[in-house]
T-cell receptor, first 114, second 115 residues
Framework: SAVISQKPSRDICQRGTSLTIQCQVD?????MFWYRQQPGQSLTLIAT?????????ESGFVIDKFPISRPNLTFSTLTVSNMSPEDSSIYLC???????????FGPGTRLTVL | AQKVTQAQTEISVVEKEDVTLDCVYE???????LFWYKQPPSGELVFLIR??????QNEISGRYSWNFQKSTSSFNFTITASQVVDSAVYFC????????????FGGGTRLMVKP
């Protein structure tokens, strides 16, 4: 199983600023994903982070708001841009070597926007 | 499109009671994978089990057991002799090769185990 770390674990940010979240996996993985979990809700997929190319975004999420990088097979970043209070959520990254492998999750980044 | 339904949004039990969390899924794919994850108050998502669509054997791991029934498209999770440490939100999830390995999550069931 992959061990995934995220930084920061939590942050409180001001409206209009941006925050970059880092996700590090302890082994090479094929696929990395970013999810958002709004308070009291389930997880919603933001995008698939593709190594060496642009991320694939789900409906309702755009690159200008959530730019993603994946420079290699073990690392990815998600930036939450021009934040508003509605962006207050837990952001989780996950990784897998592909089916039938399991998708493992990082500990999450708890973001509060004031 | 794939869908996962966890009809129980919240369950409250007293310690040592048995509790079953329901999960019903929908998919058109013949090969798919089902998962259960636990999310304690700290927020991380902890993997509990994966079940392949072609393996209908039920599984037991300590106090945890899972009942996979393709005929009813259900993948239910039972905790025997619940403990306070079992208090968490539990998510059932589904994916398949045709879904690009992306997980579809249910809404989650919040389990509260009282001493």
């Amino acid at each position: 199983s992959a061990v995934i770390s995220q930084k920061p674990s939590r942050d409180i940010c001001q409206r209009g600023t941006s925050l970059t979240i880092q996700c590090q996996v302890d082994s090479q993985v094929t696929m990395m994903f970013w999810y958002r979990q709004q308070p009291g809700q389930s997880l919603t997929l933001i995008a698939t982070a593709n190594q060496g190319s642009e991320a694939t975004y789900e409906s309702g999420f755009v690159i200008d708001k959530f730019p993603i990088s994946r420079p290699n097979l073990t690392f990815s970043t998600l930036t939450v841009s021009n934040m508003s209070p509605e962006d207050s959520s837990i952001y989780l990254c996950s990784a897998t070597t592909g089916l039938p492998d399991t998708q493992y999750f990082g500990p999450g980044t708890r973001l509060t926007v004031l | 499109a794939q869908k996962v339904t966890q009809a129980q949004t919240e369950i409250s039990v007293v310690e040592k009671e048995d509790v079953t969390l329901d999960c019903v899924y929908e998919t058109r794919d013949t090969t798919y994978y089902l998962f259960w994850y636990k999310q304690p108050p700290s927020g991380e998502l902890v993997f509990l089990i994966r079940r392949n669509s072609f393996d209908e054997q039920n599984e037991i791991s300590g106090r945890y057991s899972w009942n996979f029934q393709k005929s009813t498209s259900s993948f239910n999770f039972t905790i025997t002799a619940s403990q306070v440490v079992d208090s968490a939100v539990y998510f059932c999830a589904l994916t398949s090769n045709n879904a690009g390995n992306m997980l579809t999550f249910g809404g989650g069931t919040r389990l509260m185990v009282k001493p």
